[in-house]
């Protein structure tokens, strides 16, 4: 008889807690399968740690291979989940697919940032809930303040030392905390020339800091901020953000690069396409954290409404504490349908909650017992030792050694701002350009197909130049070619308009100049992208025949942007240069120069071609410019690794472009 197959979507406080204890009820007598996107377990109440330079990245991780020997890893992501045929679909790292069949299924996914609908914070603000971001927090902060003690310009200066964070719940509070006594750091080592200080803003529309809490740890968190020159603000949030600034509900605009998204998660939204009952965006359990109906699915954690049996009628917050107890009860009401124990529903009531303000202040109520300063900080730090799976002496060490040694102040420039975008519907992973796209992402989910929504283009990187979050990270999509793939390669390109885009070569070599002097993309096969110099233009479109000294039209004599001399970017290509007519005793190509187009790519009456214009390209029509003087025959074609570079014109004038 084969082993039951258990299948476990997410590796949070609520999945890993799962898998650890199925790992020792069931005891090989099941085969558990964990998916999840990392490889690693993160324990989110020290990431402000991390982005304030306190801890390294690898301290609050847990390698999931080498803390749960019994449980095969699989890395991924859900897509879908077919409850009837009991299976999984989901995408590796690299673009495979795969599916997972399943005989018990458990939900803990986790969560994701909450967007709310405010115009410019999806495009210029970051959210702070997973690994990737901490670390761009972290490098952007440093760089913001280095650039901003450069600087002689005061409001350029107040600009960049200004960061903005949106929520005073737990997370917001211990970032703006956090983040104040970093730069401040940072600013007696090396001050800045205009004299300035930075500035940390907590903005939120609650009447008061961690609004949770106790109304006394409250004041003593409020405190603390103030006292660190952190400008709190109650009952104001966010109206709109733009890329230098923010405009506040108050009326206030703010001048800023910085803005960390703290207001809050929401489940992750691969439970809402299951079509099953959900109360507030999570999925509805019994308090055995079944799923009614379903006998063979459980969820816990941020994606599962867990009834509270301490109060009726409520559910259980979305916090690391219950998701934590949620993943011991539901592992042991696994087994028991598989025959190992017996069923326990879920019962657990608050033991208090802990607030780091960094230094040794800390707000925290163990027991209903509210305490503050150094007792606090003492107890907060003791219970997150005690709570993380792993990594407790290499925790502590850093701890010691930040008392006694100063914080080096770096950026890394590891984590780029698109590759951790607000709206990502998986934060803990960092989008990465030329990662394949899954298939079928661009159509919309079949009924009972289970596809997540929210997931689409995941994995896009954005267009160079476009405008992104503050810091002067750019976010968009990378070019796609006439496959719909994404291109691979460096910094990607912008499309142009009317124009089929560019494409890319192996090896990241840059491509020359399109006509809207963003730089192109070379094909893998090394043809040259069509609408680039020596190469095959584009089709044009249906329209009005094109004017002349337009990009793909002859050009005019003598022009700025009109046909240049030969060996010049744009002009028709010399002999023994790419793209160009081969030389004497050379063999030919098909497209050779001077040889008339093939069939369907010759110019048309009614047809015409959009595409932006070279700097100073002249729209007079006039004959066509003499190419000038054949080059030597003899002359030697560039190596592989040489690119043809411009010559002086003929006529004696440098061209535009020429080095």
């Not at 913001?144 to 350029?156: I, K, M, N």
């Not at 600034?245 to 108050?250: A, E, I, K, S």
């Not at 030792?385 to 890394?412: C, I, K, S, Y």
């Not at 590891?414 to 960092?430: F, K, N, T, Y």
Request: charged share 25%; net charge positive.
């Amino acid at each position: 008889m084969s082993r039951p197959r258990i299948v476990i979507v997410g590796a949070g406080f609520a999945g890993y807690r799962t898998a650890r204890t199925l790992s020792r009820l069931t005891r090989h007598q099941a085969d558990i399968t964990l998916l999840n996107p990392t490889d690693y377990f993160l324990y989110q109440p020290l990431l402000p740690q991390v982005a304030a330079g306190i801890l390294e990245p690898r301290r609050v991780t847990v390698s999931l291979s080498g803390s749960l020997p019994r449980v095969r890893l699989v890395l991924g992501e859900a897509d879908g989940i077919d409850l009837d045929a009991h299976t999984v679909r989901y995408t590796g790292p690299e673009g495979g697919e795969g599916t997972l069949p399943f005989d018990r299924l458990v939900l803990a996914a986790g969560s994701v940032n909450k967007l709310l609908p405010i115009p410019g914070v999806a495009e210029h603000a970051h959210g702070f809930r997973g690994l990737p971001e901490a670390l761009y927090l972290r490098d952007h902060v440093t760089r913001q303040v280095e650039l901003a003690a450069a600087t002689r310009d005061r409001e350029e200066c107040a600009a960049r030392c200004t960061f903005v964070v949106v929520g005073a719940g737990y997370t917001g509070t211990e970032v703006a905390a956090h983040g104040a006594m970093y730069t401040d750091a940072q600013v007696r080592r090396h001050p800045m020339r205009t004299g300035m200080r930075p500035r940390w803003m907590l903005l939120d529309v609650a009447p008061r800091v961690l609004p949770e809490m106790d109304e006394r740890l409250s004041r003593t968190a409020d405190g603390v901020l103030r006292q660190r020159g952190v400008d709190v603000r109650m009952g104001t949030s966010v109206k709109e953000a733009t890329h230098d600034g923010v405009v506040l509900t108050d009326g206030t605009t703010v001048d800023t690069r910085t803005l960390v998204w703290c207001v809050g998660v929401r489940p992750d939204p691969l439970v809402e396409s299951l079509g099953l009952p959900m109360e507030s965006g999570r999925l509805l359990v019994d308090p055995h954290l079944q799923v009614p109906g379903r006998p063979e699915l459980f969820a816990c954690g941020d994606v599962a409404a867990v009834p509270d049996l301490t109060r009726p009628g409520q559910f259980t917050p979305m916090t690391a504490q219950h998701a934590w107890r949620h993943g011991k009860v539901c592992a042991q009401n696994v087994a028991a349908s598989l025959g190992v124990g017996e069923r326990r529903p879920y019962r657990h009531r608050d033991l208090g909650f802990v607030v780091d303000l960094g230094g040794a202040k800390a707000a925290a109520n163990p027991l209903g017992l509210p305490m503050s300063g150094p007792a606090a900080g003492a107890v907060t730090r003791g219970y997150h030792l005690a709570a993380m799976p792993g990594n407790r002496v290499r925790v502590a060490a850093d701890w010691v050694l930040d008392a006694v040694l100063p914080r080096q102040a770096v950026q890394l420039g590891l984590v780029r701002s698109w590759s951790v975008p607000l709206e990502s519907a998986s934060p803990e992973v960092a989008r990465v350009p030329g990662r394949p796209e899954r298939r079928g992402e661009d159509e919309a989910p079949a009924a009972g197909s289970g596809r997540a929504p929210g997931r689409r283009g995941e994995h896009e990187a954005p267009a160079e130049g476009s405008r992104g979050a503050p810091g002067g990270g750019a976010r968009g999509k990378v070019p796609e070619g006439p496959d719909g793939k994404q291109q691979a390669g460096g910094e990607p390109g912008k499309k142009r308009q009317g124009a089929e885009p560019a494409k890319s070569q192996p090896g990241g070599e840059s491509a020359r100049q399109q006509s809207d002097g963003e730089p192109g993309k070379k094909q893998p096969d090394g043809e040259p992208a069509k609408d680039q110099p020596g190469g095959e233009p584009g089709k044009k479109r249906q329209g009005t025949e094109p004017a002349k000294s337009q990009p793909g039209t002859e050009p005019a004599k003598n022009q700025p942007g009109g046909e240049p001399a030969r060996n010049q970017p744009g002009a028709e290509p010399a002999k023994n240069q790419p793209g160009a007519e081969p030389a004497k005793n050379q063999p030919r190509t098909p497209r050779a120069a001077g040889k008339p187009r093939p069939p369907g790519k010759a110019d048309r009456p009614g047809q015409a071609r959009k595409t932006s214009r070279a700097a100073g390209a002249s729209r007079s029509a006039r004959p066509p410019a003499d190419p000038g003087p054949e080059p030597p025959e003899n002359q030697p074609a560039p190596g592989p690794d040489i690119a043809p570079g411009p010559v002086k014109r003929t006529d004696g004038r440098t061209a535009e472009g020429d080095s």
